[in-house]
C-alpha cells in the first residue's frame, strides 16, 4: 500500500483519478442515474401541468351529461344479457331466428365490438386504479406524510 501511495500521491490523488475516469466514462457511456433523473423530472412536471388542467373543473349542463351517459353501458350489459334469457325462455323461436341473425355477422365485426367493450372497461378500471384512495395504517382514507429532514435536506439539494 506505501509504494502505490507513492506512486499514485496518495489518496487526494486517487479520488481525482477515480473522478477523471468517471468523466471519460460518461463521455462513452451516459449515466444511467441522470437519465433516471431527467425522466422522473420530466414525468413530474407532465404530472402537474396535467394536474392543474383538472384543478378546478367547471362542470357545464353537457358535462353533467355526458358524465350521466358514460355510466349507462353497464347496467345496460348487464340488464340486457339477463333479458335475453329470459327472452330465450318466453319465445324461443324467435329467439333461435335473432341468434341466426347474430351468426350473420361478420367475424371481424365481432373483433371490433370486443376492442371496444375491452379499451372502454380497461380505460375504466385503469381511472379507479391511479385514483384510488390510500388506505394508511394509521386510520383515515390518506397516508398522512411523516417528516423526514434526511429526505428534505435530499430534495433542496436537488431543487
Do not use: C
Amino acid at each position: 500500500m506505501g509504494v502505490i501511495d507513492k506512486v499514485l500521491g496518495g489518496p487526494a490523488a486517487l479520488g481525482a483519478l477515480g473522478q477523471a475516469a468517471k468523466g471519460v466514462a460518461e463521455v462513452f457511456v451516459p449515466s444511467a442515474t441522470k437519465r433516471m433523473e431527467l425522466s422522473a423530472e420530466a414525468q413530474m412536471a407532465a404530472l402537474r401541468q396535467l394536474g392543474e388542467e383538472y384543478q378546478h373543473p367547471g362542470l357545464s349542463w353537457f358535462d353533467r351529461l355526458v358524465n350521466g351517459l358514460n355510466r349507462l353501458p353497464r347496467p345496460f350489459l348487464a340488464f340486457g344479457t339477463l333479458s335475453l334469457f329470459i327472452y330465450a325462455m318466453v319465445d324461443p323461436v324467435a329467439f333461435a331466428s335473432r341468434m341466426v341473425g347474430l351468426n350473420a355477422v361478420p367475424e371481424p365485426l365481432w373483433w371490433l365490438l370486443g376492442a371496444i367493450v375491452a379499451f372502454y372497461f380497461g380505460a375504466r378500471e385503469t381511472y379507479y386504479f391511479r385514483n384510488r384512495s390510500v388506505i394508511s395504517p394509521f386510520g383515515g382514507a390518506e397516508a398522512v406524510p411523516e417528516d423526514n429532514a434526511a429526505l428534505d435536506e435530499w430534495r433542496a439539494g436537488r431543487g
